[in-house]
Structure formats: structure tokens, C-alpha cells
């Protein structure tokens, strides 16, 4: 069984920086991809970002990419999403989610285990 628990949601002001964080128990990151999605009121849950434990690559949606930075460590079985520049757009519960196989994917039907999601609110 795999459970992801994120956490570092808030309210920030726009311009402003947030770090999520999600803490994975069992064999998470080794050998599969981590996403994040996130998911506005009224809107479908959309790709954000993802890395893949094998390469270590990364991949981003088109408007988060210069701003949010995806990472992993291996060690602590936590992802990472470093978010700059906040945009109220931006606001959203964002949940981490994990695919078993090390290619990444934007569709969010290729994941299995999802966290609980966190919100993030960018308002001044």
C-alpha cells in the first residue's frame, strides 16, 4: 500500500513563494514518476509538474514552467514542489500523486495513489 500526505499549502500574496512537500510511505519513488496536479474550484484537475525517479528527468505545464521547480529525495521518500512568482491563477488544492513507471505522463488517468491534496490561495 502507498500513502502521499502533502503539506506547505497556504495563503501567499502574488509574487510570493510556497514549497510543497510530499511525504510518501512504501515504495514510492524508486522505479515510478511523481506528479503534481492541482485542481480550481469548478475546474479539472491539470497537470503541473512531474519527475521520474529513473532519469531524474522532469516536465512541467506550459504555465508553471520558469516559475515551479519539481524534485525529489530518494533518501526521505519526499517530493518536492518549489513554487515562485505566484499568480492568483495559481490557486488551487494541489495534490501529489505517483505513477508506477519511470516515463512521464500528463494525464492524471496514469497515476494510482493520490495525496489528500493541500490549498493554495494566492490573494493579496
Known amino acids: 500500500q502507498v500513502q502521499l500526505v502533502e503539506s506547505g499549502g497556504g495563503l501567499v500574496q502574488p509574487g510570493g513563494s510556497l514549497r510543497l512537500s510530499c511525504a510518501a510511505s512504501?515504495?514510492?519513488?524508486?522505479?515510478?514518476?511523481m506528479g503534481w496536479f492541482r485542481q480550481a474550484p469548478g475546474k479539472e484537475r491539470e497537470f503541473v509538474a512531474a519527475?521520474?525517479?529513473?532519469?531524474?528527468?522532469?516536465s512541467y505545464a506550459d504555465s508553471v514552467k520558469g516559475r515551479f521547480t519539481i524534485s525529489g529525495d530518494n533518501a526521505k521518500n519526499t517530493v518536492y514542489l518549489e513554487m515562485n512568482s505566484l499568480k492568483p491563477e495559481d490557486t488551487a488544492v494541489y495534490y501529489c500523486a505517483r505513477r508506477n513507471n519511470r516515463r512521464v505522463s500528463y494525464s492524471l488517468y496514469e497515476y494510482d495513489y493520490w495525496g489528500q491534496g493541500t490549498q493554495v490561495t494566492v490573494s493579496s
Open positions: 519527475i521520474s525517479s529513473g532519469s531524474g528527468s522532469t
Open positions: 512504501g515504495r514510492t519513488f524508486n522505479s515510478n514518476t
